[in-house]
Every structure is written in C-alpha cells, then in structure tokens.
C-alpha cells in the first residue's frame, strides 16, 4: 500500500470498506444493454469529463478531455445530460490520496453530485414508467468503485438512486445537495423521537452543517446548537441555529451540557474533546461523519484522530452492549448512501422551503482545479457548485 495512504490511518480503509458496504448500488456501464427511449441530446459517443489517472495536486493532476468516451446506461439506469453539480471533501481526499485502483478505477472522473436532464432510458426504467425523457432530476453518485463521476457533461445512474426535481427548484440548488444531505437524513435516524431533543452539530457553516442546521430544527423540531467562527454567527442562526458557539473564543465544553445527539463532520478536530466531556448525556448519541477525522496539515500531510477514533469506537460499542444503555454514550460512525427515495425527500423539502440549498462559490467545469483548491482552503460557506 502507498505511503501516503498509510499516513491517513485507517480512516482511509474504514472509508472505503465502509462505503462499499454502505453503498448498495454502483453505476452499471453495460455496452451490450440496450436502451429503448432516447432524445437528440443523446446522440453521439463522446463528451467533455474532467478526470485523473494518478494521484496528487488538482493543478497537477486534473484534466478536461473534450473527447472522453460517453457512458452507455445499462437497462436498469437513466443517462443524464448534467447542467450542474458540486464538489465534496471526500473528492479531493480520494484524489490527494493513494487509493488502490480497485477503489477507485483510473481514469476517475470525480464527483457525486448530479442535477441535470434525462436524456436516455434503460429498457427496465422504460418499462416502469417512473422517469421521462426531459425529466429534471438528481443523484448522488457511488463514492467509490465507479470510474464514472458528476464531473462531466452525462453520466449513467441506476434509477433507485435518482430523484425528480420539482419545478420550482433551481437546478444549482439541486446539484448543491445530493451527498450532504442524504448524510444528515441517513444520520439522524440513529437518533429515536428526536423531537424536542437538543443536538450540537459542529462546523454549522460548512456543507454538511448548513443543511443539518436546517433539517434538524425545521424537519426534525429539534433544539439546535452548532459551532461557528463568530463571522459566520448570523448565518448559521438565519439557518435555524437556537445557539451558536464561536469555536475560536469558547471551549464548547462548557458550554453546552447533557445535549441527546452531536453530529460530527469534523473528528479530527472535535473527536476527543467531547467524549471526555460532559456535553453529550450518558444516554446520548455520537454520530461521527465517515472521513471526518481526516485534515491537511500545513506541511501537507494528512492529520486524523488515528487510532484512538477506532479505541474510541470499540470501548463504546463494548460498553453499550454489556452494560446499561445509561451508562455511556452511543457512538456510531455514519456512512452516506446513495438513495432516490431518501434523496427524493430532501428535494420536496426544498420546494416546500423548509431547507435551503447555501452555495458559497460557483466554478465551470473547466475549472474544477480551482473549484477544488478553493475547498481544500477551508472555510468554504455551504457548498461548492459547478456550472455545465
């Protein structure tokens, strides 16, 4: 195994052995499956992608092709004509990382988050009748073992992992959306009857956080706590926040107490400090984000938790199950799954209002390296989009 992906930890096998188990459904390529409904859009074997063959720096090691080779939908997936998409932290962490190519095929085209047009019909999708040449819809794309990404102008996708876009939602809203929110949605149901429930969800400016702000509170009914640089305070309180707790200034252990749940998008930083503290109740719920212990250092090293996040884990599992559930805290590590139907959720959310998509910054394709750089700097608000 590559020294660099060692240097990670084993957060990086726990991502990907994870993801494979919690990732039910890959994108299927299929040259002998024969699609049954096709519009002019879908016409023709090539396209524009932005991919990598080797690991690195984006500058370095990010390409547009205009000649990249169209994927063909088997019969169970619907072709998508992308108009927009979004880059996640899991992006730039497959591809800094050396990861074996049987995680992540080469070239990779990166990217989950799709928001586009249906252009082409496998013969089952067909049959079923659920989606329409012309349909506007969205997905969250497998993390892993898939060459196939958002980051091109079509991309083939099981039809169980789309959804349809109401009218009234804005393409970028839904391309912002797909992976952040189905990990809040698939995390908060560990959380039983959580109406009423007080839950801290760390880094509230972030993409994770912006969502799970407003999803907790207005979805949910939850009391709502978050973390936030205090120039981020008045976003994350117009977001639903009861508390915003300005995490240069204030030691969030002592400020918050006996709180039932705490979302974690960022271990590395928040991991031990909690569990040694009193903010969560014995009976209260730890739900740390797959790879969130996971951070660039300033002399560009990957820092995390390491070891002590899975001590952390075996000790909590170990307690629940041999003793009372008062005894300590749960502690789950939560693993995103694409879904249509959970997916299909958070769009009628946002055509009802009760969540916002927050967009930070919008890039072209030609410059996802830009787009991901930016990211990686940090301190990004909401999510990163990008216009096909």
Not at 38 to 59: E, F, L, N, R, W
Not at 232 to 247: C, M, N, Q, R, W
Request: a positive charge.
């Amino acid at each position: 195994m590559a020294p660099t992906l060692l240097r990670t930890g084993i957060s990086v096998v726990l991502l990907v052995a994870g993801s494979a188990i919690a990732i039910r459904a890959a994108i299927v390529m299929s040259a002998n499956s024969t699609a049954t409904a096709t519009c002019d859009d879908a016409v023709g074997t090539t396209m524009k992608a932005i991919s990598y063959s080797q690991h690195g720096p984006a500058d370095d090691v990010l390409r547009m092709t205009a000649d990249y080779p169209r994927p063909v939908p088997g019969k169970n997936d619907v072709l998508i004509q992308i108009k927009a998409s979004s880059v996640n932290p899991v992006d730039f962490k497959l591809r800094r990382n050396s990861v074996p190519n049987f995680l992540v095929p080469k070239p990779k085209i990166p990217g989950e988050d799709v928001a586009g047009v249906v252009v082409e019909l496998g013969a089952n999708v067909s049959k079923r009748s659920k989606f329409r040449i012309g349909d506007r819809v969205a997905a969250m794309l497998p993390v892993i073992r898939s060459k196939w990404g958002s980051s091109a102008e079509f991309v083939a996708v099981d039809a169980s992992l789309v959804a349809k876009i109401p009218e009234t939602v804005e393409l970028e809203s839904a391309a912002a959306l797909p992976l952040v929110s189905l990990t809040v949605v698939q995390s908060l149901k560990k959380v039983k009857e959580p109406k009423g429930k007080k839950i801290l969800i760390h880094a509230g400016a972030g993409g994770v956080g912006t969502f799970a702000i407003q999803y907790a509170k207005n979805v949910l009914g939850m009391h709502v706590a978050t973390t936030a640089s205090k120039e981020k305070t008045e976003i994350v309180k117009a977001l639903g926040a009861d508390l915003v707790i300005d995490y240069k200034s204030q030691d969030f252990t002592e400020v918050v107490k006996d709180y039932d749940a705490i979302l974690d998008p960022m271990s590395f930083l928040y991991e031990g400090r909690t569990l040694k503290s009193n903010v969560l109740k014995k009976t209260g719920h730890y739900l740390s984000i797959m790879s969130s212990d996971w951070a660039l250092r300033e002399d560009g090293k990957e820092k995390s938790y390491g070891a002590r996040t899975y001590w952390n884990i075996f000790k909590h599992k170990l307690a629940n199950l041999i003793t009372p559930g008062w005894f300590v805290p749960k502690y789950d590590i939560c693993m995103v799954n694409p879904n249509g139907d959970d997916l299909q959720l958070v769009m009628d959310l946002l055509e009802e209002k009760k969540v916002n998509a927050v967009i930070d910054s919008k890039f072209s394709l030609a410059d996802m390296a830009k787009a991901h750089r930016h990211l990686e700097g940090g301190h990004v608000t909401g999510k990163v989009v990008i216009q096909h």
